[in-house]
């Protein structure tokens, strides 16, 4: 199990700068950073990856503004409109390859190509519009992929909610890990995608040795 990042990452600081693999990478594992739109998908991948992030965003327009919904994320100008993509090494030898995914139904058609030869995914989820997130996760779960729930801390969440209430809103099966996470720091970012590495393992005992 690797629990934590290598010493060498430099993400933590936020001056992603590594371009090279580090020398101790043993397994290389692609992992999808998935949720609906504004949930914080591209901020989360610019916290944690120690490469200077690949971004496609574009400008939101007000043609997109008629499909694409708004409601919760009104300060939001801009949406990737392919992927996001950053890296991080943890220690054991693990590098995870991040791949962001669009939020927007109108970019269902790419999802199996980006979903193509990952292990698993992280779901971001907003509590303040839990609906958003119905269709990501039916992508996920039609997938087959095995994944872990983070919600991301927003400051005006609902305190209300309590671990029981959310898991029954999201439908999930008992063993679906849950954590919550803010996705702008870089600690907190690298333990949600922790739990879901810890989970990959549990899945699959035999191959992690």
Known sequence: MASAPSSTASSATGTPGRV????????????????????GKTTLIDSVSEIVPLHTEEQLTEASAQVDDLEGVRDKSTTTVAIDFGRISLAGGVVLYLFGTPGQERFRSLWDDIAYGA????????????????????????????????????????????????????????????????????NSSIDALLTLVQHLIDRHPSESR
Do not use: Q, W
Not at 23 to 39: E, H, S
């Open 20 to 39: 090279h693999l580090p020398d101790t990478a043993r397994d290389l594992v692609k992992i999808l950073v998935t949720g609906p739109f504004g949930v």
């Open 119 to 186: 292990l698993g995914a992280l779901v971001l989820v907003d509590s303040r519009r839990i609906d958003a997130s119905f269709d990501v996760l039916g992508l996920v779960e039609e997938s087959g992929l095995p994944y872990t729930v983070a919600f991301n801390a927003f400051p005006d969440a609902p305190s209300h909610h309590t671990e029981e209430r959310l898991r029954a809103a999201l439908d999930l099966e008992p063993d679906t890990p849950m954590v919550t996470c803010d996705a702008r720091d870089a």
